[in-house]
């Protein structure tokens, strides 16, 4: 059944083996990010085998799926609306707010639980997290937390790259250790978790630059495709191709390269412009943007050369690929935004490779 996604669990293991090494080796745990695979099952079992710290989402309908005894850590911070179903669900949560503090508190009380937080903080990329220099604020939500008898102050942390690209380097990580120092002074409370960010952080973990006091990394795209993203480059050290795309081609025709007729919106309100070069051979594989972003795809093969999608096909130029017919196959590397529509989508079969399951 095409149009489906294989998924290697050998190299997505041995990309797993070689950050926990890196990790571990400098006393960092690994919240193991299972968003961009929907929490897969058989990807999530691998992983709950390994020696990985913690399973971390942003999606608490991912987190509720998964069966393992490790901590489970929500990383969008939570909406008030779902906060009873996430304080029963999630171990640990980021959250910035200090009204959802204090229902997560009594949420908490309710289910007779005790549930971990972990303090957010902008160290300046302006995404989530109470901002760095607002330290009366700061300690106001810390505050809010430790007022609970259910509720524990387990960690600080930050997210960087992910919005305004700000990268992580010596001095921002540094003050996201102050203020963690600053709270253990006053509260005479340990702190242990310092959660220092995501797989931009693969160049200071090789580097050995990343500053002492950082306790966990999540880590989600370095995992999966192999990338480095403080630079957008893969790192040689780990599989670049644990999830191949393999689409169906449904027709084969020679037509000109540029529409003919007076030229309006397309289906997705965009006004687009072809150039006009010549005929080709056009295929059409039996995939859309409702699947993938047609953006994020690397043809395997070499001449194919992506032309665009509508939301039910995607086209490509043939003319200097080896020949193809109807019913062959093209198969196609995803990227992070192409691989998180491709295992959103239920249009999209899945096929898995795990010598494992051989022996």
């Known amino acids: 059944m095409y149009p489906k996604l294989i998924i290697d669990i050998n190299k997505l293991k041995e990309n797993l083996e070689w950050l926990l090494q890196q990790c571990h080796s400098q006393g960092i745990g ?8 929907c929490a897969d099952e058989r990807i999530c079992n691998m992983i709950d085998a390994s020696d990985a710290d913690f399973f971390a989402d942003s999606r608490i309908q991912n987190l509720e799926v998964i069966c393992t005894k490790k901590p489970k850590q929500l990383l969008r911070i939570p909406m008030q609306s779902e906060i009873e179903f996430v304080v029963r669900t999630a171990d640990i949560t980021m959250q910035s707010s200090i009204e959802t503090i204090r229902l997560s508190a009594e949420a908490a009380k309710a289910a007779g639980l005790r549930h971990k937080i972990i303090l957010m903080v902008d160290l300046g990329d302006l995404r989530e997290g109470i901002f760095n220099k607002d330290e009366c604020q700061i300690i106001k939500a810390a505050e809010a937390i430790l007022s609970s008898e259910n509720l524990e102050l387990y960690g600080v942390g930050t997210n960087l790259t992910c919005y305004g690209g700000i990268l992580p380097d010596e001095e921002n990580l540094g003050r996201l250790l102050e203020i963690a120092n600053m709270l253990r002074e006053r509260f005479n409370t340990p702190i242990p978790i310092v959660s ?9 973990l090789k580097e050995d630059r990343i500053p002492c006091g950082i306790t966990q990394l999540r880590l989600g795209e370095s995992f999966v495709l192999g990338n480095d993203t403080s630079t957008g480059l893969p ?9 191949v795309l393999e689409a169906e081609l449904i027709e084969v025709q020679k037509k000109p390269s540029k529409p003919i007729g007076t030229s309006g919106l397309n289906a997705f309100g965009e006004r687009v412009s072809f150039e006009d070069r010549g005929e080709m051979i056009r295929g059409i594989l ?11 795809l690397t043809c395997i093969e070499s001449g194919v ?4 999608a509508s939301s039910d096909h995607l086209i490509v130029n043939l003319s200097n690929a080896m020949k193809h017919q109807v019913g062959d196959t093209l198969r196609f590397i995803p990227s992070y935004g192409a691989l998180l529509r491709l295992t959103t989508s239920r249009y999209v079969a899945r096929e898995y490779i795990d010598f494992a399951e051989e022996i």
């Open 30 to 37: 690994v919240a193991v990010v299972t968003k961009v695979f």
């Open 235 to 243: 790192m040689k050290e780990l599989h670049t191709d644990c999830f």
């Open 305 to 308: 050369e992506m032309l665009g």
């Open 196 to 204: 220092g960010g995501n797989s931009s952080m693969m160049t200071m």
């Open 286 to 296: 039996a995939i859309g943007r409702q699947d993938v972003d047609p953006d994020g």
